[in-house]
C-alpha cells in the first residue's frame, strides 16, 4: 500500500479561490515533501517540511504537518489557472533511507 | 546550473529488446534516484544511489532492471527484455547528499513505450 495517501484526487476550482489538498502517511518520517507535476511529466519540487517542523510558507503555498495525525495539508492561495497541475506529497520515512515514498497525487483544475 | 536532464525524452521499442535510459545529474550532488510513474503503480522508487556506497536496489521490480553509475555522476539505467508492463515514465532525480533533509530534483523524464 502506498505510504502517502492524498484526497481529494481531484479538485476543481475558480482563478482566486484557494485550494487545499491533504496527504495522509502510515510510518515515521524524516521529512515530508510536495512535488508538482506538469502534463505528466517532470517533477517540481515546491516546499520541504521537517518532523519537527508544523507549518512552512512559500509564496502563495502553505504547509502544515501533524505528526500525531500523519497528515500533511497544501494550501495554495489567490490560485492561478497556471497552478493547474498534480500535485504529489512525498514522504521521506526513518527507516527507508533516502527514497521517496509518493501519494497518488491531486489533480487541480483551476478555471479562469 | 542547468538542472538534471534524461535521455531520450521518448523511446518506442519491441517486447523482447533491451533499452538503455540515461540521467544527468545535478553537478555536484551526490545522491542519484530512479523513480517510474505508470497508470496503475503511480510513482514507484526503483534504485539509489549515494557516493561510494552500494546501491539501494530495493525497488527494482525485477533482474531484468538494473543500473549503473559511472563516476559518480551519469547514471544508465537498463531494462532488459522489456515487457509491455515497463511502459511507463522513467523519472531520475538527483540531491546535495545524504539525510532526510535534502531536497530531490528531478529530471523530465523518458517515456518509454513496450509494444
Known amino acids: 500500500s502506498q505510504q502517502g495517501e492524498e484526497d481529494p484526487q481531484a479538485l476543481s476550482i475558480q482563478e482566486g479561490e484557494n485550494a487545499t489538498m491533504n496527504c495522509s502517511y502510515k510510518t515515521s518520517i524524516n521529512n515530508l515533501q510536495w512535488y508538482r507535476q506538469n502534463s505528466g511529466r517532470g517533477l517540481v519540487h515546491l516546499i520541504l517540511i521537517r518532523s519537527n517542523e508544523r507549518e512552512k510558507h512559500s509564496g502563495r503555498l502553505r504547509v502544515t504537518l501533524d505528526t500525531s495525525k500523519k497528515s500533511s495539508s497544501l494550501l495554495i492561495t489567490a490560485s492561478r489557472a497556471a497552478d493547474t497541475a498534480s500535485y504529489f506529497c512525498?514522504?521521506?520515512?526513518?527507516?527507508?533511507?533516502?527514497?521517496?515514498?509518493f501519494g497518488g497525487g491531486t489533480r487541480v483544475l483551476v478555471k479562469p | 546550473g542547468a538542472g538534471v536532464s534524461q535521455s531520450p525524452s521518448n523511446k518506442v521499442t519491441e517486447k523482447g529488446k533491451d533499452v538503455e535510459l540515461r540521467c544527468d545529474p545535478i553537478s555536484g550532488h551526490t545522491a542519484l534516484y530512479w523513480y517510474r510513474q505508470s497508470l496503475g503503480q503511480g510513482l514507484e522508487f526503483l534504485i539509489y544511489f549515494q557516493g561510494n556506497s552500494a546501491p539501494d536496489k530495493s525497488g527494482l521490480p525485477s533482474d531484468r532492471f538494473s543500473a549503473e553509475r559511472t563516476g559518480g555522476s551519469v547514471s544508465t539505467l537498463t531494462i532488459q527484455r522489456t515487457q509491455q508492463e515497463d511502459s511507463a515514465v522513467y523519472l531520475c532525480a538527483s540531491s546535495l547528499g545524504a539525510g532526510g533533509y535534502n531536497e530531490q530534483f528531478f529530471g523530465p523524464g523518458t517515456r518509454l513505450t513496450v509494444l
Open positions: 512525498a514522504t521521506d520515512r526513518k527507516a527507508a533511507g533516502n527514497k521517496l515514498t
